[in-house]
């Protein structure tokens, strides 16, 4: 098993519990906040955290006496357009509570680059160095 720095400074549950719906971690666990919202699995695990809240909402509604096709009905289209808005929004939310912490929001892209690299370095051959304008549109960030 490998021991990495994220794992030196990890939240305890109820820390988690409380981090995972918008508390704010100590700076000591500055690292493990930046690899929870930038590293890999960060998009499939905030998307498992916000698929959990609207279950205690609609979760009620399965006592109702109805049938089957009617509890789905009146749940599975809140749930998906749930689930729908979660993806839409995941790299914005990632981005604020990276913000939230005083880490710097551009690391969602880290991977992206990362993976990419390839590619740009191939185009700089090809086409030569991006000029320093481009630098601004860079950025995936939304504002």
Do not use: C
Request: charged share 20%.
């Amino acid at each position: 098993m490998r021991t990495s720095r994220a794992d030196a400074a990890r939240p305890s549950p109820l820390q988690y519990v409380a981090y995972a719906y918008g508390r704010r971690l100590p700076d000591s666990m500055r690292h493990w906040v930046a690899h929870d919202l930038a590293g890999p699995g960060a998009v499939r695990r905030q998307v498992i955290r916000m698929a959990i809240p609207p279950l205690f909402v609609l979760g009620p509604l399965w006592l109702l006496p109805a049938s089957l096709y009617v509890h789905l009905e009146m749940t599975a289209p809140i749930y998906i357009w749930a689930l729908l808005i979660t993806l839409a929004l995941n790299k914005v939310w990632r981005r604020h509570r990276l913000s939230q912490h005083g880490l710097d929001p551009n690391l969602v892209d880290v991977l992206r680059r990362r993976k990419d690299a390839r590619l740009h370095e191939a185009y700089a051959q090809h086409y030569g160095p991006r000029p320093e304008s481009a630098s601004a549109q860079a950025n995936s960030s939304p504002f």
